[in-house]
C-alpha cells in the first residue's frame, strides 16, 4: 500500500532488479546442481541403481522434493514480477488525449451528457474553454465519437503545431481548412475550382466550397471540431476567421444545407480580441468551462492506478496540486509505478528535477519570455493582500489560460495551486 511509513519493497524493471533476480536463479541452480551431483555420486558408490533407490529411498525423495521446490519458488518469483510489470504497463502515462474507452478519463458531470445531447441539435456550436491540460481535447474527441455512433460525420482539426506562417494569409488559411476536410472525408480534392478568379473573396469562396460541394456530396450532418483557436487570438485573419464561424452558425437556422453542419471550438484563455458583436462565435451557441477534478474524482482515479488511499493521503495531494486533472494524474503514475511515495512527491515537488520538473519549467519559460507576465504572476503570489480581477487586465485571460491563476469566491485573482506559488516565488 502505498504511502504507508514501511511500505511493503516492490520490484522494478531496472537493471538493479533485473540483477536480483539472476543471483536468485543463480543460487536456485547451483542448489539444484548440488543435490544432483551428491545423488549422482550416492549412485556410482553403490554401483547399482537398485541398491540405491532400496537403501537411500529417502535421500532420493529428498533429492527430488528439493530439485522441485527450487523449480516452484522459481515459477513463482517469475509469474510474480511478470505480474507487477505487467500491471505498471498498464497504467497510462498522463500524455496528451486520454483514450476512449480509457478508465483513465473522469467525466465531470453533467458536462459530457450535456454536449453529447447538444451535438445532435441543429445549428449546434459548443464552446469548451479551460487552460492546457484540463482535458479540453479529451472531451471533444468524446463528443465527435458520440455523433459518430449517431451516424455523423465528424472532423477533428487542431491549431497546435500549424506552421505560424499559414495563419499570416487568410486565402492559404482557408484553403489549408477546406483540404484538410475534405482529406478527412475521403473526398476528391476541388479547392483550385472555388478558388479560380485570383479577385475572389476568400471566405466566400470557402463558404461556398462548404455549402455547394462538402455539404453536398455528404448526406450526413457534418461535426467540425476545431481544437486550440485561441492559437489564432493574436494572428491577423482572428477577426476574418471568427465571423466566418458565426456567419455558417447563423446561416444554420435556416438553411437546409447549412443546417447539417455543427461546430465544437476549444480554447484556453478568455476572448480578448476585439469582435464585432453580431461577428463572433463566442457569444452564441453553448459554453463550457471545465472545473478541476473535486475529491470524490480524484478518489475514482486511484482504482485505475491500483492504489488505495487514505481521504488524508487524497487530501494532501490536493492540497499541493488541486483538482488539476494533468498534476493530478502525474502524481497518481509516478507513484503506481513506485518512482516515489506519496512523501517523497510532496517533498521534492518543487524540486528542479523533481516529479514536475518539466511541466513547472515550460511554464517558467513562457514566463521568462514574457517578463510583463512574469511581473504580474509574481504580484499575485506574493503580495500580501489578494489582487482584485480588475487590477490585472488583459495578463489575467493570459495568466488564466496558462493555467496559473484562478478567481476564487470573492472575485480575488490567486495561484491555481500551492505548487505553483511554491515554485514561482523562489523563481521569478
Not at 26 to 45: C, E, P, R, V
Not at 167 to 196: H, I, P
Not at 282 to 290: D, K, P
Request: with cysteine; hydrophobic share 40%.
Amino acid at each position: 500500500m502505498v504511502g504507508n511509513k514501511n511500505p511493503l519493497p516492490t520490484l522494478h524493471d531496472n537493471s538493479e532488479n533485473k540483477d536480483m533476480l539472476k543471483k536468485i536463479g543463480s543460487a536456485m541452480n547451483a542448489l539444484a546442481i548440488f543435490l544432483t551431483i551428491i545423488g549422482t555420486i550416492d549412485y556410482f558408490f553403490y554401483g547399482n541403481i537398485r541398491d540405491f533407490f532400496g537403501k537411500h529411498a529417502p535421500l532420493v525423495l529428498s533429492l527430488l522434493a528439493g530439485i522441485t521446490v527450487v523449480l516452484l519458488i522459481r515459477w513463482a518469483i517469475v509469474s510474480l514480477f511478470q505480474k507487477f510489470k505487467k500491471n505498471q504497463d498498464d497504467i497510462e502515462e498522463p500524455e496528451g488525449q486520454v483514450p476512449l474507452n480509457s478508465p483513465f478519463y473522469i467525466e465531470r458531470p453533467p458536462i459530457e451528457s450535456d454536449c453529447y445531447r447538444l451535438v445532435l441539435k441543429t445549428d449546434a456550436l459548443i464552446r469548451i474553454k479551460a487552460p492546457r491540460q484540463m482535458g479540453k481535447s479529451s472531451l471533444m474527441t468524446r463528443i465527435l465519437h458520440h455523433a459518430e455512433q449517431e451516424g455523423y460525420r465528424t472532423i477533428s482539426l487542431s491549431f497546435q503545431g500549424d506552421d505560424s506562417t499559414i495563419f499570416a494569409n487568410l486565402e492559404q488559411f482557408l484553403q489549408s481548412l477546406c483540404r484538410n476536410v475534405t482529406e478527412q472525408l475521403g473526398l476528391v480534392d476541388k479547392v483550385d475550382e472555388y478558388w479560380q478568379s485570383k479577385r475572389a473573396n476568400s471566405k466566400r469562396c470557402c463558404s461556398k466550397y462548404f455549402k455547394q460541394y462538402l455539404l453536398t456530396e455528404i448526406t450526413q450532418p457534418l461535426v467540425l471540431g476545431l481544437d486550440e483557436v485561441d492559437i489564432i487570438f493574436q494572428e491577423t485573419i482572428a477577426t476574418d476567421f471568427f465571423g466566418l464561424l458565426r456567419t455558417w452558425h447563423e446561416n444554420g437556422k435556416n438553411d437546409p444545407d447549412w443546417k447539417r453542419l455543427r461546430l465544437i471550438l476549444t480554447y484556453s484563455q478568455e476572448v480578448y480580441i476585439s469582435l464585432k458583436i453580431n461577428q463572433s462565435p463566442f457569444n452564441v451557441g453553448t459554453a463550457f468551462e471545465l472545473p478541476e477534478f473535486n475529491q470524490a474524482q480524484v478518489q475514482s482515479l486511484l482504482g485505475p492506478h491500483k492504489l488505495s488511499w487514505t481521504e488524508a493521503q487524497i487530501e494532501q495531494l490536493m492540497g499541493l496540486v488541486g483538482g488539476h486533472p494533468y498534476l493530478v494524474r502525474l502524481a497518481l503514475y509516478k507513484i503506481a509505478r513506485s518512482e516515489l511515495n506519496l512523501a517523497q512527491l510532496l517533498k521534492t515537488a518543487v524540486n528542479e528535477k523533481g516529479p514536475y520538473a518539466d511541466h513547472l519549467h515550460r511554464h517558467l519559460n513562457t514566463l521568462q519570455q514574457h517578463p510583463e507576465l512574469a511581473k504580474e504572476f509574481k504580484n499575485v503570489i506574493t503580495t500580501s493582500e489578494a489582487l482584485s480581477v480588475s487590477e490585472l487586465g488583459q495578463s489575467l485571460f493570459k495568466l488564466s489560460g496558462m493555467g496559473l491563476i484562478k478567481i476564487n469566491e470573492e472575485n480575488n485573482v490567486i495561484a491555481s495551486c500551492e505548487l505553483y506559488r511554491r515554485y514561482f516565488k523562489t523563481r521569478l
